[in-house]
């Protein structure tokens, strides 16, 4: 029997990914342990999940460091010190350090609220997600998780789920629709990448 893996989840409000990867963690679904929680924000509630769940957190602020530099270094160190394997954000809405990228190149997930590539890059998150497919007339939406690289939104597509777009939808029901697939299929893309399925 391996070890479970080591995960870190990166977020950045209320952390309802973060909530389902501690529920798969918790019942064997993900075959690892979530071992730290970072947070761009000090009052997101994702720390609360965390703090619920036993889980160490972190919250990871770039301009309270004299530099960028060492807000990075300060990063990476924390990861090594939890011995972290795999990198999950769950809603975390900054661009990961390149060194970063690089040092855990294929072992960086997200999750985005749209088929990619359509409807992501810069700015393209929340509400504005949804605004965008229900301006554009498309039929359907869902969920993608994917694998990060330097540029927002752009890697290597590991899982989608759809849900159709109703006549009569709002930002808000659509969301909630997106967001029920999101909890489904983030712990299973995981799942499958610490299991080497995606190689």
Do not use: C, W
Not at 24 to 49: P, T
Not at 152 to 179: C, E, F, M, N, S
């Amino acid at each position: 029997m391996s070890e479970p893996a080591k995960i870190a989840v990166f977020i950045s409000g209320g952390g309802t990914n973060l909530q389902s990867l501690i529920n798969a963690a918790e019942s064997g679904k993900v075959s690892g342990r979530i071992v730290l929680v970072i947070s761009s924000r000090e009052d997101a509630y994702g720390l609360e999940r965390a703090r619920k769940a036993g889980i160490d957190t972190f919250v990871y602020i770039v301009k309270k460091y004299s530099s960028k530099d060492a807000a990075h270094k300060d990063l990476l160190e924390m990861l090594e010190q939890y011995d972290v394997e795999y990198i999950a954000l769950a809603g975390y809405l900054k661009l990961l350090p390149a060194p970063l990228v690089k040092r855990y190149k294929s072992r960086i997930t997200n999750i985005h609220p749209a088929l990619l590539p359509k409807y992501g890059g810069t700015g393209m998150y929340g509400h504005r997600v949804h605004e965008a497919v229900l301006a554009s007339g498309d039929k359907e939406s869902g969920a993608t998780v994917h694998l990060v690289d330097e540029i927002y939104d752009h890697g290597r597509i590991l899982l989608q789920g759809k849900v159709p777009v109703k006549p009569d939808d709002t930002p808000d029901t659509l969301a909630a629709r997106v967001l029920e697939v999101e909890h489904r299929i983030y712990p299973e893309a995981l799942e499958n990448l610490i299991k080497g399925k995606y190689n």
